[in-house]
Every structure is written in structure tokens, then in C-alpha cells.
T-cell receptor
Framework: GENVEQHPSTLSVQEGDSAVIKCTYS??????FPWYKQELGKGPQLIID?????GEKKDQRIAVTLNKTAKHFSLHITETQPEDSAVYFC????????FGPGTSLSVIP | DSGVTQTPKHLITATGQRVTLRCSPR?????VYWYQQSLDQGLQFLIQ???????AKGNILERFSAQQFPDLHSELNLSSLELGDSALYFC?????????????FGQGTRLTVV
């Protein structure tokens, strides 16, 4: 069945460094790929998304890249700050939503 | 604040019981989605309603049902509850009816079945 893999499951970086989270998906029909940030005790928050007709999208310190041929997409966070610490989920969507298992990011001051 | 309101925030109930979770979408949003988040299953899409009609179905058990009312709020009904139903239940809303539109999540309802 359709699934989304996400790596790494945990990631620890020093403040100011970059963080990269990678996802691969199996349903080639997927055409929408959102990323969510979930802080402790809160619901997931959409932080950036990309559609299949675009290869890269950037929003300040956050960027997402998509390789449809290889069926993988990545989240890049530059100049990380302690408030970036959270669990990040990728998702692949066509007619259903499939989430990755999440990456717990810790930014060490 | 996403603008999506879920009540109650916490719910503790016994096995075999039935509960109702409520969601009010953002103003102007026509779609409501329900998700279950548990430690072993991660985030699972349950069901989507668009303007009162069921639009998409995910991994929703037959013991669970949902509906969206004319004022666009939605309720998720969970019956014959089992210990394994303990989880965070999130509602999200979006303007569009397609599953592939950006959705905004509420704070969730934490259900504990004892």
C-alpha cells in the first residue's frame, strides 16, 4: 500500500547549523507535499508545502525540494534556532493523506 | 492560533462507552478533516467532509462515524471504545474540497480509555 518514509527519526543540531529531513513516498500519483511542525501539546502547523509542478520552494529559513522522478522530497531549515525544536511531519497527498512517522528535531543553544 | 476549535481538550472514559468530539472549522473553510495520532500508529487520516458531504475516507473504523452540520461544524463519534482507541484526535479545516489543499489543525482532543 501507499506509505511515506521519513528520515531521520531524531535529529540534534547546534543552534545556527542547518537541518535536513528527507521523505520518500510510494504513490506516484501524489501531487501535494506539505510539511507540518508539531510542538509539544499542540496540533500540527503547516509550515511549507510544495506541489508536483515545482521543484523547490523557499520561505525565509525554510525550503523544500521535490524530486518526482525519485519520489522523494526534503525539508531544509537554515540558521536553526531553539524555537525550531519540534516534531516535523511530511505528508504525500493525492486522494488520501499519508503522513511520515515524524522527525524529532532538537536545536541545542 | 489556527482558528480551528476542538472540544473537549481532554476526555477520560471507560471501555465500551461512546464519546463525541466536536470541531469548529476556521471561518470560511468548507472542509473538515479528522485525524488520529497515537504513539504506535503516528498520524492517521480518518475522514474528510466538504460542505456537509463525506469527501474522502481513510483508516476509519466502523465503530467510528462523523458528520458535518449545516453550520459546518463537525462531530466525530467513537463508540464501543477500546483501550487502543486512546489517542489524540485532531480536526483540521481547509477552504477547498480536495484532499490536496492546505489544512489548518486544531489543538486536539486527548482521549483516554480506561
Amino acid at each position: 500500500g501507499e506509505n511515506v518514509e521519513q528520515h531521520p527519526s531524531t535529529l540534534s543540531v547546534q543552534e545556527g547549523d542547518s537541518a535536513v529531513i528527507k521523505c520518500t513516498y510510494s504513490d506516484s500519483a501524489s501531487n501535494y507535499f506539505p510539511w507540518y511542525k508539531q510542538e509539544l501539546g499542540k496540533g500540527p502547523q503547516l509550515i511549507i508545502d510544495i506541489r508536483s509542478n515545482v521543484g523547490e520552494k523557499k520561505d525565509q529559513r525554510i525550503a523544500v525540494t521535490l524530486n518526482k522522478t525519485a519520489k522523494h522530497f526534503s525539508l531544509h531549515i537554515t540558521e536553526t534556532q531553539p524555537e525550531d525544536s519540534a516534531v516535523y511531519f511530511c505528508a504525500a497527498i493525492y486522494d488520501k493523506v499519508i503522513f511520515g512517522p515524524g522527525t524529532s528535531l532538537s536545536v541545542i543553544p | 492560533d489556527s482558528g480551528v476549535t476542538q472540544t473537549p481538550k481532554h476526555l477520560i472514559t471507560a471501555t465500551g462507552q461512546r464519546v463525541t468530539l466536536r470541531c469548529s472549522p476556521r471561518s470560511g473553510d468548507l472542509s473538515v478533516y479528522w485525524y488520529q495520532q497515537s504513539l504506535d500508529q503516528g498520524l492517521q487520516f480518518l475522514i474528510q467532509y466538504y460542505n456537509g458531504e463525506e469527501r474522502a475516507k481513510g483508516n476509519i473504523l466502523e465503530r467510528f462515524s462523523a458528520q458535518q452540520f449545516p453550520d459546518l461544524h463537525s462531530e466525530l463519534n467513537l463508540s464501543s471504545l477500546e483501550l487502543g482507541d486512546s489517542a489524540l484526535y485532531f480536526c483540521a479545516s481547509s477552504v477547498g474540497g480536495g484532499v490536496n489543499t492546505e489544512a489548518f489543525f486544531g489543538q486536539g482532543t486527548r482521549l483516554t480509555v480506561v
